[in-house]
């Protein structure tokens, strides 16, 4: 994708971004109301649960072995096992993603309101997927060492429901935005990468893909256990699914805006 003559493969994105306007703040604003309103909602409404978790572990500093029962007893998967004295870190590292992406907003309006920055409105391409995969970074992190979040409602497979809920969730702007095919690419491989190979195979808490063969394997008969593998299965192979469906239509899109861009440079001759 993309034309030979590197002037004129500068033109079409400028055209592009003018064009994409609408989408691209629609994205920004979706990314932020899914984001605010869902991971950063949920865990502020936890705050004081983990000021006093911190706390009552800061009381047995002097017990080394009370504190390692005290990690024990939190078990493995959840943020406070590996990290029980960073209630500042993982709160920053919520509020910083909020951040980056109301900045993000802000920087987008500002570029296509203000003339200084009219010959320069392609950087919107540039910062936007940056700041995306800053966001995959940072939610692969916390997410590889609060796995079992969701282990006393779901139990042991319960990462994939946490996994859709409470970390990719704001990534379905990326089906409004506009961005450059190989750009919609690189995004979609990263996020399987992080997200669905990285994560769960290098997991502190241990292989997360094994954990949903052996709550397939517990329940014994053949029947139950296929069914189980199936429905457990089911919602992460449909995310495979969309990035795919994502990265096909950011394709026939481009082909589209790019066949408009030639008729339009056709006309002006």
Not at 22 to 37: C, D, E, G, H
Not at 118 to 139: C, M, S
Not at 164 to 171: A, G
Request: hydrophobic fraction near 55%; aromatic fraction near 16%; proline fraction near 3%.
């Amino acid at each position: 994708l993309g034309f030979k003559d590197r002037h004129l493969e500068d033109d079409y994105l400028e055209h592009l971004v003018v064009a994409s306007r609408a989408r691209i703040i629609l994205a920004y604003v979706t990314a932020i109301l899914l984001y605010a309103s869902g991971p950063f909602a949920t865990v502020w409404m936890l705050f004081d649960v983990y000021v006093w978790v911190q706390g009552h572990y800061n009381t047995l500093s002097d017990d080394e072995e009370k504190q390692e029962q005290f990690r024990t007893n939190v078990g493995a998967g959840y943020w406070t096992y590996y990290f029980p004295n960073s209630v500042a870190l993982f709160y920053f590292l919520y509020c910083i993603v909020l951040v980056m992406f109301v900045l993000g907003l802000v920087a987008v309006m500002c570029m296509y309101q203000m003339k200084r920055f009219e010959k320069h409105r392609t950087w919107i391409f540039y910062f936007t997927p940056a700041i995306y995969l800053v966001f995959i970074a940072v939610n692969g992190f916390v997410f590889a060492f609060s796995s079992q979040s969701y282990n006393a409602w779901f139990g042991t497979p319960s990462w994939i429901f946490l996994l859709i809920l409470q970390f990719i969730s704001p990534l379905a702007s990326l089906f409004f935005i506009s961005l450059p095919a190989l750009v919609m690419l690189e995004l979609m491989t990263v996020f399987v990468l992080v997200f669905l190979v990285i994560v769960p195979l290098c997991n502190p808490a241990g292989n997360l893909w094994n954990l949903i063969i052996e709550a397939a394997t517990e329940l014994g008969g053949n029947y139950a256990r296929r069914s189980t593998l199936n429905n457990l299965m089911q919602p992460l192979i449909l995310l495979c699914v969309l990035a795919v469906c994502v990265v096909v239509v950011s394709v026939i899109v481009d082909i589209s805006n790019r066949q408009s861009f030639i008729n339009k440079k056709i006309i002006e001759a």
